[in-house]
């Protein structure tokens, strides 16, 4: 049974392992990024220094400097037209060198009251005279949003206001194509607003030639941004097709399991494609549900790997269902608002996540089946990537990475996959088994029934033998064989003259003949045994002194007409004509055939003398007619009258109720 789905398995783990190795190729890439030449105006191999200048500024500032930015952005211009106290300090006594990344770790226990406060955070970089096309690039900037100045003789002119993308900062590295070339070189000011005492996160700053740094703009805009986003899609697509699959399949829920996951980790990726809120306490709600369903994205997945254990864990579902539940209850925007919810709710959730993936790799080692190891081994993958996100959302290290948990997504989706897969050719193996054996105990039967149908038949064909036997013995007995020992008995007597005696034996030959005509294969064709009778007995009414008019048309086969049926007929038709031959002193005979719908009619005519039906009795041959007609399912009818012939009808039933 299982070497029948080996294909499918290793078509399986081939399609794992190359999604593994994309992983870890995406990984890879983005250590050796650190590695790559750096390149900067100054040609040195670092990232070109920064200077640090701050501002604190009330709301009302902060809405004045955007809607600034915003109409000259629109309107252009040649300088800023803003307050002074709105602009970057001008003596160099307000900047001080800063190393980059500038990062402020987020609160542990407890965050800044929201009393409407800002700090503008201006980084200066200065660019030298370069011959070449020269770009600037920001990584990773987690503020606000963000503006590129320039000092011009005109005044501070705007050169990039990042407005737009402000609720997708965070993964949205900053590029800038700086316009012309400079003999003197220029300063370049990055201003980053961010709440007063908040976390932010400031990466190195790249200047330096545009071919050089548009590469490690593409690069990284492709990783933390388009690749996420595409593995959103293609989850949701895959949810929607699991959701169908459980809608016909209730009992499978490892169909529902991931469809719940998929939705799960749409709404934890909300925010890649919807604008955020306007309100402060909508805000609340909206972070609230993309932090919190990254846990029931961790619940589903290891509730779905659960299910591919030998054997139900209840006890364990519940905590971590439970466990899950409280953490995102708990964390709701409605009571302890002045604790920082975020870095506690990710810590707890892959505390909890770490508890669960033990467990199944406990599991995994136990049962030692590939489909639950590659699972287990995904979800540790998908732990450890966690923690680097945890870290890089708390300010803690790495402030320059990305956040990685899409690809361990992609890593448990495909072990996902590959475990899916590998129950639908386990299952396949174990139908095709069954039907195989299906089918052996169906050829069996077929076999063993052939015999009894066979033995069934043989034995029909016997009993129809011995009932056509015991027929023609009755025929020969009743009908031959009476008007031979009739015949026997008046010769010994010398009772009978010749000429009777010739006739007796000539009826008993048509008589035989009869008998054998009614053997012979007619097909249900009642107008071919009508036609063998003709022959048979033209000569004596020929003899007789008989003209036979024969007025047969077609008419339908009659299914039910066998040799015993056939034999009826044709002693019906004889005896008609024998008393047309012997009592009706008539010169012509006529047969007749018509097809009437249901039924179909033989008339023997003739214009013989006739007799009164009312005076006349009916005697034992009548009656012997009337009850063959009976046996065939059909009428009999006499119509005479003195000096006028007679006429005998036969109405039979094209289709014989059994």
Not at 291 to 298: E, F, R
Not at 455 to 470: D, G, I, K, P, S
């Amino acid at each position: 049974m299982l070497m029948r789905g080996k294909p499918g398995r290793l078509r399986a783990g081939a399609l794992w392992c190359l999604g593994w190795v994309l992983l870890g190729a995406s990984l890879v890439a983005q250590a050796q990024a650190q590695r790559l030449p750096q390149p900067s105006a100054a040609g040195a191999d670092d990232a070109a220094p920064a200077m640090l200048a701050t501002s604190t500024w009330t709301r009302a500032q902060l809405e004045t400097w955007w809607d600034t930015l915003r109409r000259h952005t629109v309107a252009g211009g040649a300088s800023l037209d803003v307050p002074a106290e709105l602009l970057p300090p001008e003596t160099d006594s307000d900047w001080q060198p800063v190393m980059l990344p500038d990062v402020r770790e987020r609160p542990g226990a407890s965050v800044v009251s929201d009393a409407g406060s800002f700090e503008m955070r201006w980084y200066r970089v200065h660019v030298p005279a370069d011959d070449a096309v020269m770009a600037l690039y920001v990584p990773r900037l987690v503020t606000l949003s963000a503006a590129v100045l320039v000092r011009t003789p005109q005044g501070w002119q705007l050169l990039l206001d990042n407005q737009h993308v402000e609720r997708r900062q965070w993964v949205e590295p900053l590029w800038l194509s700086l316009p012309g070339r400079s003999e003197t070189g220029m300063d370049l000011i990055v201003a980053a607003p961010v709440p007063a005492g908040s976390y932010h996160a400031v990466s190195r700053i790249w200047v330096g030639p545009r071919d050089q740094l548009e590469r490690r703009w593409l690069w990284r805009e492709r990783m933390q941004s388009d690749l996420p986003q595409a593995v959103s899609f293609t989850l949701a697509v895959l949810g929607l097709f699991s959701l169908t699959l459980w809608l016909r399949r209730p009992g499978e829920a490892i169909y529902a399991l991931f469809a719940l996951g998929a939705l799960a980790w749409m709404v934890r990726n909300l925010h890649y494609y919807v604008s955020l809120p306007v309100a402060p306490l909508a805000q609340d709600w909206f972070w609230w549900a993309t932090h919190a369903s990254l846990g029931w994205v961790m619940l589903t997945a290891l509730l779905f790997t659960l299910r591919f254990t030998e054997r139900r864990w209840p006890w364990v579902e519940r905590v971590l269902t439970t466990s899950v539940g409280l953490i995102s209850l708990v964390s709701m925007p409605m009571w302890l608002r002045q604790v920082d919810m975020v870095v506690l709710q990710y810590a707890v959730t892959a505390a909890i996540a770490a508890g669960g993936v033990g467990w199944v790799c406990w599991l995994a080692w136990r049962e030692r089946r590939s489909e639950l190891s590659l699972m287990a081994l995904a979800l540790v993958l998908g732990v450890g990537l966690g923690v680097h996100d945890l870290a890089v959302l708390a300010g803690w290290a790495w402030p320059e990475h990305f956040f990685v948990m899409p690809f361990a997504t992609l890593a448990v989706m495909l072990s996902f996959l590959h475990a899916i897969q590998c129950r639908y050719v386990v299952t396949v193996a174990q139908v095709q088994a069954q039907n195989s054996q299906l089918q052996e105990d169906l050829d069996e039967q077929i076999s063993v029934l052939q015999v009894q149908n066979a033995q069934l038949r043989e034995a029909e064909r016997q009993q129809a033998l011995l009932l056509e036997r015991q027929r023609i013995m009755a025929d020969m007995h009743d009908g031959l064989g009476s008007s031979l020992l009739s015949a026997l008995v008046a010769v010994e007597q010398g009772n009978m003259a010749h000429e009777k005696v010739v006739e007796v034996l000539r009826e008993c030959v048509d008589d035989l003949r009869l008998v054998i005509d009614s053997l012979e294969p007619v097909g249900h064709d009642l107008v071919s045994l009508l036609a063998t009778m003709r022959y048979r007995l033209g000569k004596r009414l020929q003899t007789g002194g008989l003209k036979l008019d024969w007025d047969v048309q077609d008419l339908p086969p009659l299914d039910w007409l066998e040799p015993p049926d056939a034999l009826h007929v044709l002693r019906l038709m004889q005896e008609a004509l024998n008393n047309v031959l012997k009592h009706a002193r008539a010169s012509r005979v006529r047969l007749v055939t018509r097809h009437h719908g249901s039924y179909v009619e033989i008339r023997v005519e003739d214009d013989g003398a006739g007799f009164d039906l009312q005076s006349v009795q009916h005697g034992r041959g009548l009656k012997s007619q009337i009850k063959r007609a009976q046996r065939l399912g059909g009428k009999l009818r006499i119509d005479s009258a003195p000096g006028m012939g007679t006429r005998l009808t036969l109405r039979l039933p094209v289709e014989r109720k059994a």
